[in-house]
Antibody, heavy 122, light 109 residues
Framework: EVQLLESGGGLVQPGGSLRLSCAASEFTFSTSAMSWVRQAPGKGLEWVSALSTNGGATYYADSVKGRFTISRDNSKNTLYLQMNSLRADDTAVYYC???????????????WGQGTLVTVSS | EIVLTQSPGTLSLSPGERATLSCRASQSVSSSYLAWYQQKPGQAPRLLIYGASTRATGIPDRFSGSESGTDFTLTISRLEPEDFAVYYCQHYGSSPSLTFGGGTKVDIK
């Protein structure tokens, strides 16, 4: 069974940084495009970022562009999200999810991790 | 940018009843690129339907999806206790970005 385990969440002050990790197992990580999706408390789902199988192509929501960086280490089966210049409205549960294939466009998210909570507050 | 509008916001039904959830797209979308997810409190979303009408692996056949133009529908034929949750539709077209609807909560009447 596909496993995605996020870590790295926590409390951070506005303007601070945090790096999330997502450890993947039970599937061929290097052939799956990956994504981060977030959910603010009591709100709906918001796509944050995605990247291709080799990390060469990255995509971001306008709300995080220039502040967040997505990356992956296929040798470690791990996805990352570096979050800088954090704001209160970045407070959310961040989910790691895999696409149903190696492409980003035209693909849906077929497995999700349990999420990690990021709270931005002074 | 495509906007997905889900209705109703909340659907109050009893176990055994039929649930009909709507997702309307702001412009024409290919039915091949519409998915539905279920999310229970404290849990991650789970894929139910992709391609507007294809059930994901392990999803019971009481869940079905359909489309008519820019209107997409998720139907739960007979609600089981474990079906009370929030449901999201999602468009995953040629653009790398993903668009989610605002969600419909199905709660117990």
């Amino acid at each position: 069974e596909v496993q995605l385990l996020e870590s790295g969440g926590g409390l951070v002050q506005p303007g601070g940084s945090l790096r999330l990790s997502c450890a993947a197992s039970e599937f061929t990580f290097s052939t799956s495009a990956m994504s981060w999706v977030r959910q603010a408390p009591g709100k709906g789902l918001e796509w944050v970022s995605a990247l291709s199988t080799n990390g060469g192509a990255t995509y971001y929501a306008d709300s995080v562009k220039g502040r967040f960086t997505i990356s992956r280490d296929n040798s470690k089966n791990t996805l990352y999200l570096q979050m800088n210049s954090l704001r209160a409205d970045d407070t959310a549960v961040y989910y790691c999810a895999k696409y149903n294939g190696g492409a980003v466009a035209g693909r849906y998210l077929d497995h999700w991790g349990q999420g990690t909570l990021v709270t931005v507050s002074s | 940018e495509i906007v997905l509008t889900q209705s109703p916001g909340t659907l109050s039904l009893s176990p055994g009843e039929r649930a009909t959830l709507s997702c309307r797209a702001s412009q024409s979308v290919s039915s091949s690129y519409l998915a539905w997810y279920q999310q229970k409190p404290g849990q991650a979303p789970r894929l139910l339907i992709y391609g507007a009408s294809t059930r994901a692996t392990g999803i019971p056949d009481r869940f079905s999806g359909s489309e008519s133009g820019t209107d997409f529908t998720l139907t739960i034929s007979r609600l089981e206790p474990e079906d009370f949750a929030v449901y999201y539709c999602q468009h995953y077209g040629s653009s790398p970005s993903l668009t989610f609807g605002g969600g419909t909560k199905v709660d117990i009447k």
